[in-house]
């Protein structure tokens, strides 16, 4: 055991931010790194007058739209702690960027409307969550407005997501009425907008309560929400750190993003209790052990144009064992030949900072030339290390695409070949004429891409829809041409797979009747 390596990797917490869109994921994580001093101020997203734009949401259209639409990475020390903060975009059509950066981390934050409760994207999300088993914390935002009963809220985690949820704080009043929160895992009480910021807390006595000459003491919120809490203390659940690291049970804390209230107990709350990065899984049997002497990465994402000026592209490494310096000679797992990895940054805000050294939990960017893909896995040392495929989805939507100038077919190219790497659409040619024809979950994707390709490739683009398609691979040995008709265009995927394209369940069902013996497939 390598024990400085160790103590390194156990100062780590890498998590990403996961809710519904508009619940205040973003805001929370400006909070975060105003906590963090990355940033002097925090600005809402919406306040585009001003210019605040969110610090996490890099991408001009992000600015325009007050949305974000790719994960953003972002690194800060915290109470001798190394935070690896990851902001994924809460709008459905991006999800396979959330899911892959889901992959990429030991815990989450899950940001709750107060005032909407659990919305669909958020069950999604929670679902990929679920499945990987690892720890998620709650934070129901927007107490500064009027929303739902706290026990309500609660309540609903069990019932629609099926995990117990245990309160570390709860609320005096919301909206108008908001006076404070009862902070239960601290045991004194967090006053809202106090006089004297110095004296933002109320301590309790041995009952759990304000001592009769205190403020508050006599107030009917307060008095409410101590009825609440005995109700809590007999009936709620308790808190237990074994089910909430098994991703059982999930502490609860209320709290105001955008007025920066109950975020920094969340903040101490989550530093302590969320887990240290663990082992992982490699060459399908293998356990690598965070504190193991090699390095070892996968690739989760990859980032053109972070920087217009000058028109990079960016690699992120999720770093699962050993430790990163500059200079270090890797295998690509995939072609297994060698790199190395000179250049190399994080991300304090908006800010680049090169890296000199990195170790297991630690999420890196790398300057690329084209010779990552999303999924990829590198390691240093003489065994082979594999990391498990990170998921894709299926497209269900499909876009013909060419260049409105065809003198401008190699900024059109680099535009399409870049964006495609990324993992944000996917690419397929038509099997006879090779005409372009990209793929997405969901139509935002093809406003971006349409709105990138113009703003970062100067490439306009003409884009025609195909609508929505079932996508099905086939087998090349069984592959005859004239299989394809109006009803299933038949394509190949950007590795050559060849796949149809159906126009809607009942030709796919068509097509199983005439062709019975011919095998289609929902993913390779």
């Not at 899950?110 to 720890?135: C, H, N, Y």
Request: glycine content about 8%; some cysteine.
């Amino acid at each position: 055991m390598n024990k400085e390596l160790l103590d390194k990797v156990n100062k780590r917490r890498t998590f990403a931010i996961i809710s519904h869109p508009d619940a205040g994921k973003t805001t929370i994580t400006e909070q975060m790194l105003l906590l963090g001093g990355v940033i002097r101020s925090a600005g809402t997203v919406k306040a585009r007058k001003t210019g605040n734009y969110a610090t996490s949401d890099w991408m001009e259209i992000e600015k325009k739209r007050g949305i974000s639409v790719t994960s953003s990475v972002m690194q800060f020390e915290y109470e001798g702690k190394r935070i690896n903060i990851l902001d994924t975009p809460g709008h459905q059509d991006f999800s396979e960027d959330t899911y892959r950066t889901l992959m990429a981390v030991d815990a989450a934050v899950m940001v709750i409307d107060s005032a909407r409760g659990i919305e669909p994207q958020t069950k999604k999300l929670f679902k990929v969550v679920r499945q990987r088993g690892i720890p998620v914390f709650t934070f129901m935002n927007k107490l500064d407005r009027d929303g739902r009963e706290p026990l309500d809220l609660v309540a609903e985690l069990e019932d629609v997501l099926g995990i117990e949820g245990v309160a570390m704080n709860w609320p005096i009043g919301m909206g108008q009425t908001m006076k404070g929160l009862y902070d239960i895992a601290n045991h004194r009480i967090e006053l809202y907008h106090p006089a004297d910021a110095d004296h933002r807390f109320l301590p309790l006595n041995e009952a759990g309560r304000l001592d009769p000459d205190q403020p508050l003491a006599d107030d009917p919120q307060y008095l409410d929400t101590m009825d609440e809490i005995e109700l809590l203390e007999g009936a709620g659940t308790e808190f237990n750190r074994e089910a909430v690291l098994a991703g059982k049970q999930t502490p609860v804390f209320f709290g105001s993003a955008l007025t920066n209230f109950g975020v920094e107990t969340f903040l101490q709350s989550f530093v302590d209790l969320a887990p240290a990065p663990a082992a992982h899984v490699v060459n399908e049997t293998e356990t690598l052990a965070p504190d193991d002497d090699e390095f070892s990465g996968f690739i989760f994402k990859i980032q053109a144009n972070m920087n217009p000026q000058h028109r990079d592209r960016i690699a992120f490494v999720r770093v699962c064992s050993g430790e990163f310096s500059k200079g270090l000679d890797v295998t690509l797992a995939r072609t297994g030949k060698p790199v190395r990895l000179n250049n190399a940054v994080e991300f304090e805000s908006s800010a680049r900072v090169q890296v000199s050294e990195a170790v297991a939990g630690d999420i890196v960017g790398l300057y690329d030339t084209g010779n990552f893909q999303i999924g990829d896995s590198i390691y240093a040392g003489k065994h082979k290390v594999e990391f498990a495929p990170l998921p894709e989805f299926t497209p269900e939507l499909f876009m013909r695409v060419s260049p409105k100038n065809v003198m401008k077919q190699k900024s059109f190219h680099k535009g399409m070949n870049q964006l495609v790497q990324e993992g944000a659409v996917q690419l397929y040619r038509n099997y006879q004429t090779e005409d372009y024809i990209l793929g997405a979950v969901g139509q935002l994707q093809f406003e971006v891409f349409q709105y990138r390709m113009k703003n970062e490739y100067n490439s306009d683009v003409e884009m025609t829809s195909l609508g929505h398609r079932v996508a099905r691979w086939i087998d090349p040995d069984q592959l005859d041409p004239k299989m394809s008709s109006s009803r299933n265009l038949l394509v190949k995927d950007r590795f050559g797979n060849p796949l149809f394209l159906f126009e809607n369940a009942f030709a796919e069902r068509w097509f199983h009747d005439k062709y019975p013996d011919v095998k289609l497939t929902e993913k390779l």
